[in-house]
């Protein structure tokens, strides 16, 4: 069983920057694939949008459109935590994120084998 947790959220300007970090227990984080999702007010669970992801093991990195060359998804084994850097953030990216991990390659939206965390709030507001 993986346990996450989730912190960093807040308000913030529109351009402005956030880092979420998500600590994970119960399974070593190197073992593990992980990402970000988000889910926009009004939408519902299996509406939310992939962000950004590790491949377990071999590290390879994925995005969406949306996000490239704004967000950065890291990690740190030795912390067992894995992060997502936010910059130039826009009013619609407004959402809650959701930390992800899986013992199977990516974490996918509909896949039972996917570990959630309980979610941060992202408000970007002038």
């Known amino acids: 069983q993986v346990h996450l947790v989730e912190s960093g959220g807040g308000l913030v300007q529109p351009g402005g920057s956030l880092r979420l970090s998500c600590a994970a227990s119960?399974?070593?984080?190197?073992?593990?694939?992980v990402g970000w999702f988000r889910q926009a007010p009004g939408n519902e669970r299996n509406e939310r949008e992939f962000?950004?992801?590790?491949?377990?093991?071999?590290?390879?990195?994925y995005y969406a459109d949306s996000v490239k060359g704004r967000f950065t998804i890291s990690k740190n084994d030795t912390k067992n935590t894995f992060y997502l850097q936010m910059n130039s953030l826009k009013p619609e990216e407004t959402a809650v994120y959701y930390c992800?991990?899986?013992?199977?390659?990516?974490?996918?939206?509909?896949?039972?084998?996917?570990?959630w965390g309980q979610g941060t709030q992202v408000t970007v507001s002038s």
């Open positions: 992800a991990a899986s013992e199977y390659g990516l974490p996918v939206l509909r896949s039972s084998s996917t570990y």
């Open positions: 962000v950004a992801a590790i491949r377990r093991i071999v590290g390879t990195t």
């Open positions: 119960g399974r070593t984080l190197s073992t593990l694939g």
